[in-house]
C-alpha cells in the first residue's frame, strides 16, 4: 500500500537497501513529478501477453514497448521480447495471443527480460490500457525475482476515459472501453494486428490522442490529471 | 518482433513514395520515425517559423494555405505535408493546419535530405518545380509504351470460323469453297483432326506449276500436319513462329479443338495503328451505312490508341483523321450523286476535330465558304443538298447534329466568301457575348475538302484584323477567363477555391478548354495561322506573348489533363459505357491527383497573370 500511496519515499527507502544490483539503475532515476508537465514527461507505453489474467499462476509470455518523448511516440526505442514460461501453454491461450510453446522455448528467462526493461523504464511513466494486468504481472515477476515490488508511475489509458464518462455521470457501454473501440471514437486508424508491440503502440497512440483532446492548454497539461 | 514485422512497415511501405525505396532504406526511415498527433483546427507549421520534419498524414485531414489565408490545398490519408520547409532549409513559407483530428508520421529531415539526393523520384515527388514533376509524370508515362502485340491474345486476333473441308474434297472444290467465301486459307481435317493447311497460295506453287489434275484430293497439295498455336499464346509469340518458319496462317487451338486461323496480316494490322488501317477503308466505303459501320470502330480505335500509351496530342491527331476522312468520303459520294459542284467551294470544319485534338465522338461543326461566282437562284439547291446529305451522313456515323445549328445546312453558314469576310469583320469589330461564343468555333476552322484558298484567303484578312484589335483581344480574353481549374482533389471530392466540394470534374470544360481558350487569345494576338493549341502556345511563344517556360508548362499541363481525360474515356469504352468528360476522384491513383493538382496550378497561375496583365 504504501509503495504504491507514496512511490518516490518508497524508491529512496530501496535505493539504500535493496539488495539487487540490477535495480539500481531504475531506482536511481526518480518517478516523474505529477507537477511535470504531459510534454516534458517520458512515458514508456507497455504491453504483456500472458498466459492468463492471475498474476500469481499465469505467466508473462511477450512484452511489448515503445517510448514517447516530446510528446511524440518514438518508433527507434520499440522494443519486443518473447519469454521462455515455466509451464506448457494452455491451448486456449494460443488461440488469443498465437504464441505456441515452441515459439515461447526460443524464448528469454524472466530475469532477463526484467533487466532490459527496468533499463526501459528508469525514469518513465508506465503507460498501458487497462494497466492493473502489466502492474499485477510486473509487480509478481518482481517479488520472483528481486523479492519486493517495485515503485511505479502508471497511467492507465482505460482509467483515463472511465475517469471522463463517471465526471460526467456516464456508463459506458459494453465493450466501450476496449482498446480498439477506444481508438476508434478518438478517430485513429484501425489496425489488426494483435501482439504485444502493436498493443502497445495502439496504446502510445490512444494516449496522444487524449490528451490533445482533453488538455485545453496542451504546453501546460499536467502529468497529475492522467494520474 | 523485429520492427520490419510491424503494421506501420507495411503501411510505409505502400505510400508513394516511400514504395520505391529498398527494404534497408525504409527500415533507416521506420527507425527514425515519430508519431504524432494534431487536434482538429490546431496549426501544425505557422508562417515564419521553422521545420525540419516531413509529415505522413496517417489518418485525418490537412489545410495548406498561403501568406493570404488562400486555400492551396486539402490533404488526408497517404499524402505528404511539410516537405516544403525542409526542402527550403527548414524555412515555413505555407502555413499546415489540421482540419480534422489527424495521426501523422514524422519523418526526420535529417533521414530524408540523404535519401532525396540520391533518388531521382523523391526530387520528383517531391519537387518544388511544379512543371518539372509533371514532365517527369508525363516521361514516365511515355516510358510504358509498348508493343500492343505483347498484351494480346491469340484468341482476340481470330475473326470468325475458319473454312474446313474434309480429306476426300477434291482441289476443284476447295478452290471454289475459297473463292465464294473469300478464304485464302482452308483447314483440311479427318474425322474432324487437323491434317493439314492449304493456302490460295499453294494453287500458284502446286496446282498450276505441277500441272495437277483439278480432280485430285486437296491431300496431295496441303501442308501436312501444320503448326498450330494455343489461343493462350500473345501475339508477338505468333508473330515469332511465323517468323521463324517462314509461314504466314497459323491454325489457333484451344482444348484440342482448332478456333480459327490468324494470318501475318491481322497481327501487321494490329501492330501498325488501327487508326491507319481503319482511314483507308473509309476512303474505300461505297456508301454512307459502309461508312456507318467503319465508324462503329472509333470507340475501339481511341481504346487501342490509349493502351498503346501515345500522346494525347497523337491521338487527337487520329481521331481527328478519322472524321476528317468520313467528311471527305461523304463529300465524295456526294458528288458523285449530284454531280460536280457548279462553283469551287470549301467544305469547313470547325472546333476540336478543326483544330486535331478531338477525343471520341463529337457534335458536328461545319460550314461552306463558296466562291463569290456562287448565285443562290442557280446553285443553292446543289449546296443545299450537298450539305444535307454529308450532315446526315455524320450523323448516321455518330458525328450528331450541332444543337447549335453551326453546321453547313443552316444557310446562315453555307454562303460566299464575301459574306464570311462581313460576318467576321462583325464579330472582330463589335465583339458582343454571341459573337464570342462563335469565336471558339469560328476562329478555329479548317478546309478539309475542295477549295482551301476560299477559307486560306479570309484567315489571312482576319488575323491581321484580330493582331491589331485590343478591344476584340481584351473580351477574347476575359472569355478565356471564364472557367479555371479546380485547386486539386480531397478525398472522394474535386477541391474547389471556395472549399467547396464536387463529386466528378468536367475535364473538358474545366481542364482542357481552359487552355485551348488561352492558346486562341495567343493564336489571335499574335495573327498566327497556327490551330492546334499545342502549336499556338509554340507560336505564342516565339512572338514574345508567353516565356518559354510558360509555354512548355502550359503544353504539358494539356498534355496530363488530356491524356487523363482518355484514359477515363478508354475505361468507360472497355465498360460499355456512354462516353463523358466527367472524372471522379475515385478513379484516380494519387500519384496521378498529385500531377493533376500541379497541371491545375501551372493553368491558374498563367490565368491569373494573364488577368493582371491586360
Not at chain 2, 244 to 264: F, K, Y
Not at chain 2, 548 to 554: F, V
Request: charged share 25%; glycine share 4%; aromatic share 8%.
Amino acid at each position: 500500500m504504501f509503495a504504491t500511496l507514496f512511490p518516490d519515499i518508497y524508491r529512496k527507502y530501496l535505493l539504500k537497501h535493496s539488495r539487487s544490483d540490477a535495480l539500481s539503475p531504475y531506482l536511481q532515476a526518480p518517478l516523474s513529478s505529477p507537477q511535470n508537465t504531459i510534454l516534458e514527461t517520458e512515458f514508456l507505453a507497455l504491453d504483456f501477453e500472458t498466459t492468463g489474467l492471475d498474476a500469481n499462476t499465469d505467466e508473462i509470455l511477450s512484452v511489448g514497448y515503445t517510448v514517447i518523448k516530446n510528446g511524440r511516440i518514438h518508433l527507434g526505442e520499440n522494443g519486443y521480447h518473447l519469454l521462455k514460461p515455466e509451464a506448457d501453454i494452455a491451448a486456449h491461450s494460443v488461440t488469443i495471443h498465437g504464441i505456441t510453446d515452441d515459439h515461447a522455448q526460443e524464448g528469454m528467462a524472466l530475469l532477463n527480460m526484467l533487466e532490459i526493461l527496468l533499463q526501459k523504464m528508469a525514469g518513465r511513466v508506465i503507460l498501458a490500457h487497462n494497466a492493473s494486468i502489466e502492474q499485477s504481472f510486473l509487480n509478481s515477476a518482481c517479488k520472483k525475482c528481486f523479492g519486493h515490488i517495485l515503485p511505479l508511475r502508471i497511467v492507465d489509458t482505460l482509467k483515463i476515459e472511465q475517469r471522463r464518462l463517471e465526471r460526467r455521470h456516464q456508463h459506458p457501454a459494453t465493450n466501450q472501453l476496449r482498446l480498439f473501440n477506444l481508438r476508434h471514437q478518438y478517430h485513429l486508424p484501425r489496425y489488426n494486428a494483435h501482439n504485444a508491440l502493436e498493443d502497445a503502440l495502439a496504446t502510445a497512440e490512444l494516449f496522444l490522442a487524449m490528451a490533445h483532446t482533453h488538455c485545453h492548454d496542451l504546453d501546460n497539461c499536467k502529468l497529475k490529471e492522467f494520474l | 518482433m523485429e520492427i520490419e514485422q510491424l503494421e506501420i512497415r507495411d503501411y510505409l511501405s505502400q505510400c508513394a513514395p516511400l514504395d520505391k525505396l529498398d527494404p534497408a532504406e525504409l527500415d533507416k526511415v521506420i527507425h527514425a520515425l515519430e508519431i504524432t498527433y494534431v487536434r482538429r483546427n490546431r496549426e501544425l507549421l505557422t508562417i515564419g517559423g521553422t521545420n525540419h520534419t516531413l509529415f505522413l498524414i496517417r489518418s485525418g485531414a490537412m489545410a495548406v494555405f498561403d501568406e493570404h489565408d488562400e486555400l492551396q490545398g486539402q490533404y488526408t490519408d497517404g499524402d505528404w505535408v511539410g516537405y516544403r520547409s525542409v526542402l527550403k532549409g527548414g524555412e515555413i513559407t505555407l502555413s499546415v493546419k489540421a482540419m480534422e483530428d489527424s495521426l501523422l508520421y514524422c519523418i526526420p529531415g535529417s533521414i530524408f535530405l540523404p535519401l532525396y539526393e540520391k533518388h531521382e523520384y523523391l526530387q520528383h515527388y517531391f519537387s518544388r518545380q511544379k512543371p518539372a514533376r509533371l514532365r517527369s509524370a508525363i516521361e514516365e508515362i511515355r516510358d510504358l509504351q509498348h508493343n500492343p502485340l505483347v498484351s494480346t491474345h491469340v484468341r482476340e486476333l481470330v475473326h470468325g470460323q475458319p473454312l474446313m473441308v474434309d480429306e476426300s474434297t477434291s482441289i476443284r472444290q476447295v478452290a471454289e469453297k475459297m473463292t465464294r467465301t473469300g478464304y485464302t486459307v482452308c483447314l483440311i481435317t479427318r474425322d474432324n483432326k487437323l491434317t493439314g493447311i492449304v493456302t490460295d497460295r499453294a494453287y500458284c506453287t502446286k496446282v498450276v506449276a505441277r500441272e495437277l489434275s483439278l480432280d485430285t484430293p486437296v491431300t496431295e497439295i496441303m501442308t501436312q500436319n501444320p503448326r498450330t498455336i494455343p489461343a493462350n499464346s500473345l501475339g508477338s509469340d505468333a508473330l515469332l513462329m511465323m517468323a521463324r518458319n517462314n509461314i504466314r496462317h497459323l491454325p489457333v487451338v484451344e482444348q484440342g479443338d482448332v478456333v480459327g486461323v490468324i494470318t501475318a496480316t491481322d497481327l501487321i494490322r494490329r501492330q501498325s495503328h488501327n487508326a491507319i488501317y481503319l482511314i483507308n477503308e473509309i476512303y474505300r466505303a461505297k456508301d454512307v451505312d459502309e461508312l456507318e459501320t467503319l465508324s462503329q470502330q472509333l470507340p475501339n480505335t481511341l481504346l487501342s490508341l490509349v493502351q498503346n500509351s501515345l500522346t494525347a496530342y497523337d491521338i487527337g491527331h487520329a481521331i481527328s483523321s478519322i472524321g476528317e476522312a468520313i467528311t471527305q468520303r461523304l463529300l465524295q459520294i456526294a458528288e458523285k450523286q449530284l454531280g460536280p459542284a457548279p462553283v469551287p467551294y470549301a467544305w469547313v470544319m470547325a472546333g476540336s476535330l478543326a483544330r486535331y485534338e478531338q477525343t471520341a465522338y463529337s457534335d458536328q461543326d461545319n460550314a461552306l465558304f463558296l466562291s463569290d461566282d456562287y448565285e443562290e437562284n442557280a446553285h443553292g439547291v446543289y449546296f443545299e443538298q450537298l450539305s444535307q446529305f454529308v450532315s446526315d451522313g455524320l450523323n448516321q456515323c455518330g458525328y450528331h447534329y450541332c444543337p447549335g445549328d453551326v453546321m453547313a445546312t443552316n444557310p446562315k453558314w453555307r454562303q460566299p466568301v464575301s459574306v464570311w469576310q462581313r460576318y467576321f469583320n462583325e464579330w472582330i469589330e463589335e465583339p458582343e457575348p454571341m459573337a464570342l461564343m462563335y469565336s471558339s468555333i469560328f476562329f478555329d476552322l479548317r478546309c478539309v475538302y475542295g477549295e482551301a484558298s476560299l477559307l486560306e484567303n479570309i484567315r489571312t484578312e482576319v488575323l491581321k484584323k484580330t493582331q491589331k484589335n485590343t478591344i476584340f483581344l481584351g473580351h477574347l480574353l476575359a472569355n478565356a477567363l471564364q472557367f479555371h481549374p479546380p485547386i486539386g482533389f480531397f478525398r472522394n471530392f474535386v477541391l474547389e477555391k471556395t472549399g467547396e466540394e464536387e463529386k466528378a470534374l468536367d475535364f473538358k470544360k474545366r481542364g482542357v478548354i481552359p487552355i485551348t481558350d488561352l492558346a486562341r487569345f495567343f493564336a489571335l494576338s499574335a495573327g498566327h495561322p497556327a490551330l492546334h493549341t499545342q502549336d499556338r502556345l509554340e507560336a505564342a511563344a516565339e512572338a514574345g506573348l508567353l516565356s518559354h517556360d510558360g509555354m512548355e508548362d502550359l503544353r504539358d499541363a494539356l498534355e496530363f489533363i488530356g491524356t487523363t481525360r482518355l484514359q477515363h474515356q478508354a475505361w468507360q469504352i472497355l465498360n460499355d459505357e456512354e462516353l463523358d468528360n466527367f472524372v471522379s476522384p475515385e478513379q484516380l491513383s494519387s500519384l496521378e491527383r498529385r500531377h493533376l493538382k500541379d497541371a491545375f496550378d501551372v493553368v491558374r497561375t498563367i490565368q491569373s497573370v494573364m488577368a493582371q496583365r491586360y
